[in-house]
């Protein structure tokens, strides 16, 4: 009998597939589609165990889908421009694309021994110019339908890298890269009006169904849409052109609380006073030094000057606030001006301690309501409380009633006018950095900001750049940026920012669907492929890629290149856990950490070890695979051990999928067992020709009809643990079956095909053994016959002197008599009584016997 050699299975059984060109999607009018997409990896240069899940879960779905008699399509491809290529290149010397491209291929082979049921002749990369090139004539398209723009920003600028930084890589107020302090500069920059489209992304997350409710919730608090009032403080003191400062307050209830007036460092009025001020140009400049991100100024130690002005409370003309220019308020979220109500705020009670602000209690607790004193009173909206300033609503009133009160109140005194707005900002696009997408638009003195002609496109990239300098080498370029204008033909410059990793996968999906058309789609393929039916991904990207995917599926529709079915190009949305696995530390001399890999170490009852010093290792619980804290499992290495299969099924069997899993050697190792038992199984079943009863067969038949519907529901639902239990189940059942040769074969075939989609390569070679016809991935899936399922016998255990021995299944409506005498039949009964009568046997109906001897 042959053993279970995965490393003999797999690679044969990939080699059927890509001949019988077995995952290659054609267009088929004739059937359904069905498009699953797992989201696209960054090139970084080796997959992880994170990549193994993710592109499993996507695997089990497109094979099962497959074997139901949808046609599917089930792309990869590759986010492959952005900063850590130009970092390699600045580092270690060469050019991105090399780097990339060696990364693609060494990931391309670490992926393709897993089996994914992966079309790869619709691989692509997004740094290839027939992508991004396609990238850029939307951008001409969304340039004339008035969806992009330039303007004039406040950024972080890294003045030692020489670029722009998004808020995530803004450390502690330093670049992530240089550790220099950051800047907050004054850019023109390329914008998509995404928030020209802020209520209808908001209205649409009621359709999505099928999406994770706390991806929609992220989504509605980032779009954040807010009740509020605009109004006007009026300047007693302003310098000549400033006579009002603008604020817009969600808190309009809070106006009898304000204790003073806060504008940002970026403001008009701070620019017009830091120019005759000395002290107020330093504060602002220190204060434009934190990043832009609400979270990094969160952090950050609040500060402010007084500006010397003063302005006019709306109600009371006597009634002065001071003015004061604060590093916690961002010109991007409002007006760039607030009132500060310090009892109802804890940002602006902190500000106030600080400074000797006024502290004035607006409403208390309905309960022993005290005075504000170290922290602000600041309950939910929808709590009743005491109104000590109440202007236009009752003593006793929510937050929810007082703010539309107060709103009413001001509109009806024209003090200010009831708005709607959104947290959600435009789309800053433009990045000065080489590795990403030309933005392909020219500027010349004559005609302005002009668009590419599209006959020119693409605008490469010039692969004869140095980074020997910071800064953007297409800066410096010494023909690429110098060109004609495609409208006069005068000498004009390129544009040489590039835009934003994210623009790239915002639409890949779509041109999956024709990855080497001349157009961005094709309409034929398009109205066929998409939407995309079942998306997968991590939570991280729960936000901002699947808020701009959305965005960018509106502005391609606008531009003729989705159909209208397409605004929401994800039908169903499932976010995985991550991959986790113990870290295992040890100490230098100085006491620093040192982290090791998971293979350097042995685990034995007294404790774990170095395998190569036998020096004691701590042991830390179960985290995230960080390649800094080693704790990273190889794919590679485990499908040589074990194979593709073994990883396959653990990191699918171990917990739910929408939550983490630890990978542990025992828990690879004990999946790698039971998959050759299931070989062996398979090998004895294939072999043999022995008789059952039919009452076994009918036994085994009914077991295999309800695991079939009970693993159908379990794919069908992403219970993929669960699916994998049943599986487990039902192979005890057939080993220990006393059901005949032809009953057990038909079984196996069946345990084959219901694993398929999770270990492809094993239930090849299993419905091979059995005689299976053609390919198992090629197969029907197998249907519950639903007379089967009618539980019309019950399995009864039996207990002798208390402790369970053997088991009978009888019909359900059995006598008692009739089941005392089958269980006195029983070998294991018989061995017990040795030829004796029981002192009792006691039947509870369809639940146990016992029998005492």
């Known amino acids: 009998m042959s053993r279970y050699d995965p490393a003999a299975i797999e690679p044969k059984w990939q080699k059927a597939w890509e001949e019988a060109e077995t995952f290659i999607a054609r267009r088929d009018e004739s059937r359904p589609k069905y498009y699953v997409l797992e989201m696209f990896p960054y090139p970084s240069g ?3 165990m994170g990549h193994v899940r993710n592109y499993t879960m996507g695997d089990v779905v497109a094979r099962y889908k497959k074997a139901t008699g949808f046609n599917v399509l089930h792309p990869m491809g590759w986010d492959a421009f952005g900063m850590p290529a130009e970092n390699a290149a600045m580092e270690r010397g060469g050019h991105p694309k090399d780097w990339t491209y060696s990364n693609i291929a060494t990931m391309r082979g670490q992926m393709k021994p897993l089996g994914l049921s992966i079309d790869w002749t619709r691989e692509f990369a997004t740094c290839d110019p027939d992508y991004y090139g396609q990238q850029q004539a939307m951008f001409i398209d969304f340039m004339e339908k008035g969806l992009v723009y330039r303007k004039a920003a406040v950024v972080n600028w890294d003045p030692v890298d020489m670029t722009v930084l998004a808020n995530e890589q803004v450390i502690d107020g330093k670049g992530w890269r240089s550790g220099a302090p950051v800047e907050r500069r004054e850019l023109t920059q390329w914008f998509f009006r995404i928030s020209d489209f802020a209520e209808e992304l908001l209205e649409a997350l009621d359709s999505l169904d099928n999406w994770p409710e706390k991806v929609k919730t992220m989504q509605r608090n980032w779009i954040g849409k807010s009740r509020g009032l605009q109004f006007a403080f009026s300047l007693v003191n302003g310098p000549h052109g400033h006579d009002r400062i603008e604020v817009y307050t969600t808190r309009p209830d809070t106006l009898m609380g304000a204790s003073f007036v806060a504008i940002s460092p970026d403001h008009p009025l701070a620019k017009v006073l830091e120019r005759e001020n000395p002290e107020i140009a330093t504060f602002n400049a220190e204060a434009r030094r934190l990043g832009t991100s609400e979270e990094e100024i969160e952090r950050a130690e609040k500060k402010g000057i007084d500006t010397g002005l003063r302005v006019r409370h709306p109600f009371d003309e006597n009634w002065e606030l001071p003015v004061w220019i604060a590093n916690f308020v961002l010109m991007d979220y409002g007006t760039g001006a607030i009132f500060g109500c310090p009892a109802h705020d804890q940002r602006d009670l902190d500000f106030a301690r600080k400074y000797g602000l006024p502290v004035i209690d607006t409403f208390v607790a309905l309960e022993g309501g005290e005075p504000v004193k170290d922290a602000a009173f600041v309950p939910p909206k929808t709590e009743k409380v005491r109104w000590l300033k109440n202007f236009a609503w009752p003593e006793i009133a929510t937050g929810e009633e007082a703010i539309e009160a107060a709103i009413r109140f001001c509109e009806k005194h024209g003090i200010g006018q009831g708005v709607t707005k959104y947290r959600l900002r435009d789309w800053g696009i433009s990045r000065q950095r080489y590795w990403g997408c030309p933005i392909p638009v020219v500027h010349c003195e004559a005609c302005g900001t002009v668009p590419e002609k599209k006959e020119n496109l693409p605008v490469l990239l010039p692969d004869d750049v140095t980074f020997d300098r910071p800064g953007n080498p297409l800066d410096r370029h010494p023909t690429w940026r110098d060109v004609p204008c495609p409208r006069c033909g005068a000498p004009a410059k390129r544009e040489t920012d590039t835009m934003d990793t994210f623009v790239d996968s915002s639409w890949y999906y779509a041109r999956f669907t024709n990855p080497w058309a001349k157009t961005p789609t094709v309409p034929e393929d398009v109205d066929y492929w998409m939407n995309v039916d079942q998306y997968i991904g991590g939570i991280e990207h729960a936000i901002l890629h699947l808020l701009y995917s959305r965005f960018f599926a509106r502005a391609m529709h606008i531009c003729g290149h989705l159909p209208a079915k397409s605004k929401e190009p994800f039908e169903a949305l499932f976010t995985q856990g991550m991959v986790t696995h113990e870290i295992y530390m040890t100490r230098d001399e100085r006491g620093r950490p040192v982290y090791h890999l998971p293979e350097e170490v042995e685990k034995t009852e007294a404790g774990a070890r170095l395998k190569a010093t036998g020096e004691p290792v701590e042991v830390i619980p179960s985290a995230k695979m960080s390649k800094s804290k080693k704790n990273v499992v190889d794919p590679e290495a485990i499908i040589a051990q074990y194979g593709a299969d073994t990883a396959r099924w653990f990191v699918l069997s171990d917990s739910p999928p929408e939550r983490d899993v630890e990978w542990t050697a025992a828990g690879a190792e004990a999946a790698h067992k039971h998959l050759a038992r299931v070989h062996r199984l398979a090998a004895e079943i294939a072999a043999s020709s022995e008789a059952g009863s039919p009452e076994a067969d009918e036994e085994l038949r009914r077991a295999m009809h309800r695991t079939i519907h009970d693993v159908t529901m379990g794919v069908e639902s992403f219970g993929f643990n669960a699916a994998i239990a049943r599986l487990y189940a039902f192979t005890n059942t057939l080993a220990r079956s006393k059901a005949g040769a032809e009953a057990k074969r038909e079984a196996m075939r069946t345990l084959a095909q219901l694993m398929a989609p999770m270990t492809p ?3 090849e070679e299993v419905w091979q053994m059995l005689g299976g016809e053609g390919l198992i991935a090629e197969a029907p899936w ?27 299944v009888v019909p359900k409506d ?10 006195l039949q029983d070998e294991a009964v018989q061995r017990a009584l040795q030829g004796g009568a029981p002192k009792k046997l006691i039947v509870v109906p369809g639940r146990i016997v016992n029998v005492v001897v």
Request: glycine share 2%; net charge positive; no cysteine.
């Open 761 to 763: 390569h094993l239930a």
């Open 46 to 48: 080796r997959i992880h």
């Open 782 to 808: 197998p249907k519950a016959d639903p007379a089967m399922l009618v539980e019309d016998t019950v399995t009864l255990p039996i207990q002798i002197n208390g402790k369970r021995r053997s088991e009978i």
């Open 814 to 823: 059995l006598p008692r008599e009739e089941v005392e005498k089958r269980v």
